[in-house]
Nanobody, 125 residues
Framework: QVQLGESGGGLVQTGGSLRLSCAAAGRTFSIYTMAWFRQAPGKEREFVAA????????YYADSVKGRFTISRDNAKNTVYLQMNSLKSEDTAVYYC??????????????????WGQGTQVTVSS
């Protein structure tokens, strides 16, 4: 089992920045693909970014490319999401996820076994 806990959400103005953190506890963190998903009210949970165990394979949704950066520190069992140039459409609950996920399935939320409780990000104009 892996327990995930997100932090760092909040209220920010358009164009601002936030850094989300996800701390993992339990089984070996370093073997998992770690990802961020988000869910806005009335919408499906959607893929944001993912980073594989090797810190080399990194993926982003087109909507956040160039603005968001995912990273991980295996020594601290933590994955981060640096969010810059935030827009109102980035408003959502952001979830951290972990799983043994191959590259072709990175965007598929059904492939992740473990989820955090979510953290709210609200971008105001």
């Amino acid at each position: 089992q892996v327990q995930l806990g997100e932090s760092g959400g909040g209220l920010v103005q358009t164009g601002g920045s936030l850094r989300l953190s996800c701390a993992a506890a339990g089984r070996t963190f370093s073997i998992y693909t770690m990802a961020w998903f988000r869910q806005a009210p009335g919408k499906e949970r959607e893929f944001v970014a993912a980073i594989h165990w090797n810190n080399i394979n990194i993926y982003y949704a087109d909507s956040v490319k160039g603005r968001f950066t995912i990273s991980r520190d295996n020594a601290k069992n933590t994955v981060y999401l640096q969010m810059n140039s935030l827009k109102s459409e980035d408003t959502a609950v952001y979830y951290c996820a972990a799983g043994r996920v191959v590259s072709t399935d990175t965007h598929d939320k059904g492939r992740y076994n473990y989820w955090g409780q979510g953290t709210q990000v609200t971008v105001s104009s």
